[in-house]
């Protein structure tokens, strides 16, 4: 049973970089079929999908967010990562790390998710 | 961006009722169009895929229906369990996008 587990600090200052990991057990990051995404969801925005990355490499990521955003794998630790710079208040939320299935792109297998306040 | 719309935003039923939840697309998306349920403190869970299409595990009481840019999600026979919130989420082109959420309550 695959499971997606996220970590990373839990709060952030104004203007840094929020960094988070993925640690995936039970499959592989490089198997076929399936995007690595990250979604993050706050009281004000809801639902917001953030980017993903491919087994090959390749991402996408969400233009709203794409000079800021970067994402990255470590295929020997068979994690993916996140980094968002310069945070603000409104990047305050619950960022879940997500199995995204290629073809529908729906997201059937989601970490717990780990909750990221902005704040000096 | 393509905008997801969800009606309505809340929505009193009581045990046993039958409910529909509508979502619209800004364009057309086919049906790349999923949904997903949220318990309080719990992470989204999906329960349909393709506008129509039952997730693993899933009962039937679940159903989804629609194309094009108008889409269904109806629930049978509403069990305490069911009262939650409900999101739809377009598949159909980055940025993927979801609705603002259904919340659905006990009357």
């Known amino acids: 049973q695959i499971q997606l587990q996220e970590s990373g600090p839990g709060l952030v200052k104004p203007s840094q970089t929020l960094s988070l990991t993925c640690t995936v057990s039970g499959g592989s990051i490089t198997s076929g079929g399936y995007y690595w995404s990250w979604i993050r969801q706050s009281p004000g925005k809801g639902l917001e999908w953030l980017g993903n990355?491919?087994?090959?490499?390749?991402?996408n990521y969400n233009p709203s967010l794409k000079s800021r955003l970067g994402m990255s794998r470590d295929t020997s630790q068979n994690q993916f990562s996140l980094k968002l710079s310069s945070v603000s208040v409104a990047d305050t939320a619950m960022y879940y790390c997500?199995?995204?299935?290629?073809?529908?792109?729906?997201?059937?297998?989601w970490g717990q998710g780990t909750m990221v306040t902005v704040s000096s | 961006d393509i905008q997801m719309t969800q009606s309505p935003s809340s929505l009193s039923a009581s045990v046993g009722d039958r409910v529909t939840i509508t979502c619209r697309a800004s364009?057309?998306?086919?049906?790349?169009l999923n949904w997903y349920q949220q318990k309080p403190g719990k992470v989204p869970k999906l329960l349909i895929y393709?506008?129509?299409k039952s997730q693993s595990g899933v009962p039937p009481k679940f159903s989804g229906s629609g194309s094009g840019t108008h889409f269904t999600l109806a629930i049978a026979s509403l069990q305490p369990e069911d009262f939650a919130t409900y999101y739809c989420?377009?598949?159909?082109?980055?940025?993927?996008?979801f609705g603002q959420g259904t919340k659905l309550e006990i009357k």
């Open positions: 990355i491919w087994r090959s490499g390749s991402k």
């Open positions: 989420q377009q598949s159909a082109t980055t940025p993927y996008t």
């Open positions: 393709d506008a129509s």
């Open positions: 997500v199995r995204d299935r290629d073809g529908d792109n729906a997201f059937d297998i």
């Open positions: 364009q057309s998306i086919s049906t790349y």
